[in-house]
């Protein structure tokens, strides 16, 4: 489905409820899947991703296709290479059979897992005959992708050596490491993680009730719209100030290009306000997601700034410094922009209509990898979108 997407006004006042978070619900999903008791998941993310580890982690077919979820396929390598005496397939789209993932097959392998490439060296489809993992002392390198580190930390409470993980390299992302062993804490898990090495060691998870909030990631696109209004008053719901996600960073971003953020009654409330500051540049290594919503709004307020830390921006749903470069020359001519079966293009577009008038946005229905109501809710913020039907 492709739209046509306009804004009539360029003033908004809306309340938004921001979807769960999906980093949160992957990493919890994994969690409660290795704890002995019960774990009530509330406020789970209805994102296409989410859906499709929780579809995965209870399936009793031997393939298991994770179409173009990342992050399942990531954590599903090493979740399932604990599946003893049980044999898997794991592939998905032709995307994901582009996305690296020897360098968490090979430190898998070392600690004793059997995993076979069916297609390419170092690419899915993978064979996973599940077996016993010993754990110990590793080395990982923290370049490529934090979900690796992620993917082995999960389960390394259920590892009989437990795990000593020492990360060489610069660490991408660290913001979502964090994440992930704070919410390791929240069900019991002691860890350390002194210089470039974490130690877990073996110990059970322990059962509770958690509730998600809401997903900062999408918030970003709100701060982008925010920052190429007129004026608005923006209330966004479910964020916590307090939050364990990474990507809270995007609204000290936002300060810069003129976005008041402000926490009033549990709402993150927008405004728009006229001094503004622009930093020489924006560093993304932690927070990599950022960058499309970011760069979109440079474009269309014709700010020149460096972004840096986006080594790992290639190896996305699609090539995304490539994706954004070809997609902003359109805004001055055709204005009919591509989203390359990535969500994040989707959204990060979709508010330059307030600067470039009406565009048209393909492939619409990627927003369900993150966030399946963003139409919905662009809507309710006084968007104009009108379907295009073949």
Same mark, same amino acid.
């Given at each position: 489905?492709?739209?046509?997407?306009?804004?009539?006004?360029?003033?908004?006042?809306?309340?938004?409820?921001?979807?769960?978070?999906?980093?949160?619900?992957?990493?919890?999903?994994?969690?409660?899947?290795?704890?002995?008791?019960?774990?009530? #998941? +509330?406020?789970?993310s209805?994102?296409?991703?989410?859906?499709?580890?929780?579809?995965a982690?209870?399936?009793?077919? *031997?393939?298991?296709?994770?179409?173009?979820?990342?992050?399942?396929? @990531?954590? %599903?390598?090493?979740?399932?290479?604990?599946q003893? =005496?049980?044999?898997?397939?794991?592939?998905?789209?032709?995307?994901?059979?582009?996305?690296p993932?020897?360098?968490?097959v090979?430190?898998?392998? +070392?600690?004793?897992?059997?995993?076979?490439?069916?297609?390419?060296e170092?690419?899915?489809?993978?064979?996973?005959?599940?077996?016993?993992?010993t754990?110990?002392? #590793?080395?990982?390198?923290g370049?490529?992708?934090?979900?690796?580190?992620?993917?082995?930390?999960?389960?390394?409470?259920?590892?009989?050596?437990?795990?000593?993980?020492?990360?060489?390299?610069?660490?991408?992302?660290?913001?979502?490491?964090?994440? /992930?062993?704070?919410?390791?804490n929240?069900?019991? &898990?002691?860890?350390?993680?002194?210089?470039?090495?974490?130690?877990?060691?073996k110990? $059970?998870?322990i059962?509770k009730?958690y509730?998600?909030?809401?997903?900062?990631?999408?918030?970003?696109?709100?701060?982008?719209?925010?920052?190429?209004?007129?004026?608005? =008053? &923006?209330?966004?719901?479910?964020?916590?100030?307090?939050? &364990?996600?990474?990507? @809270?960073?995007?609204?000290?971003?936002?300060?810069?290009?003129?976005?008041?953020?402000?926490?009033?009654?549990e709402? %993150?409330?927008?405004?728009?306000? +006229?001094?503004? /500051?622009?930093?020489?540049?924006?560093?993304? #290594?932690?927070?990599?997601d950022?960058?499309?919503?970011?760069?979109?709004?440079?474009?269309? @307020? =014709? #700010?020149?700034?460096?972004?840096?830390? /986006?080594?790992?921006?290639?190896?996305?749903?699609?090539? @995304?410094? $490539?994706?954004?470069?070809?997609?902003? *020359?359109k %805004? $001055?001519?055709?204005? &009919?922009?591509d989203?390359?079966?990535?969500?994040?293009?989707?959204?990060?577009?979709?508010?330059?209509?307030?600067?470039?008038?009406?565009?048209?946005?393909?492939?619409?229905?990627?927003? $369900?990898?993150?966030?399946?109501?963003?139409?919905?809710?662009?809507?309710?913020?006084?968007?104009?979108?009108?379907?295009?039907?073949?």
């Amino acid at each position: 489905m492709n739209y046509k997407v306009s804004h009539p006004t360029k003033i908004i006042n809306c309340e938004i409820s921001l979807p769960p978070s999906k980093s949160i619900s992957n990493r919890l999903l994994i969690i409660k899947s290795l704890c002995k008791e019960k774990i009530k #998941i +509330k406020n789970l993310s209805n994102s296409n991703d989410t859906q499709t580890l929780a579809n995965a982690l209870i399936s009793n077919n *031997k393939i298991i296709d994770i179409n173009n979820a990342g992050t399942s396929f @990531r954590f %599903l390598t090493s979740f399932l290479s604990l599946q003893k =005496n049980k044999e898997f397939i794991l592939t998905g789209s032709d995307r994901i059979k582009e996305r690296p993932i020897k360098e968490l097959v090979v430190v898998l392998r +070392k600690m004793g897992a059997k995993i076979e490439y069916i297609e390419r060296e170092g690419f899915a489809p993978l064979k996973i005959l599940g077996t016993k993992i010993t754990g110990g002392y #590793i080395q990982i390198d923290g370049s490529i992708s934090s979900q690796f580190i992620t993917a082995i930390l999960l389960i390394a409470p259920n590892l009989d050596d437990g795990i000593e993980l020492e990360i060489t390299g610069e660490v991408v992302s660290k913001s979502y490491i964090l994440m /992930t062993l704070k919410l390791m804490n929240e069900f019991g &898990i002691k860890w350390t993680w002194n210089d470039n090495v974490i130690k877990i060691k073996k110990q $059970n998870y322990i059962a509770k009730q958690y509730t998600v909030e809401a997903d900062w990631s999408c918030a970003s696109f709100w701060l982008q719209i925010a920052a190429l209004t007129e004026k608005c =008053n &923006i209330k966004l719901l479910g964020l916590h100030q307090e939050s &364990i996600q990474g990507d @809270r960073k995007v609204i000290d971003i936002f300060k810069n290009f003129g976005v008041s953020s402000i926490f009033k009654n549990e709402k %993150l409330i927008l405004t728009k306000k +006229k001094k503004q /500051t622009t930093p020489l540049e924006i560093n993304l #290594i932690e927070t990599p997601d950022l960058y499309q919503p970011i760069k979109c709004t440079l474009f269309a @307020r =014709n #700010i020149n700034l460096i972004i840096s830390g /986006t080594q790992t921006l290639k190896n996305k749903e699609t090539n @995304r410094i $490539n994706a954004i470069k070809k997609e902003t *020359k359109k %805004l $001055n001519t055709n204005k &009919i922009i591509d989203t390359y079966n990535d969500h994040r293009m989707a959204m990060s577009f979709a508010p330059m209509c307030l600067v470039f008038e009406e565009l048209q946005i393909n492939n619409t229905e990627v927003v $369900n990898k993150s966030y399946p109501n963003f139409w919905y809710d662009l809507i309710t913020a006084g968007f104009i979108i009108s379907p295009l039907f073949d």
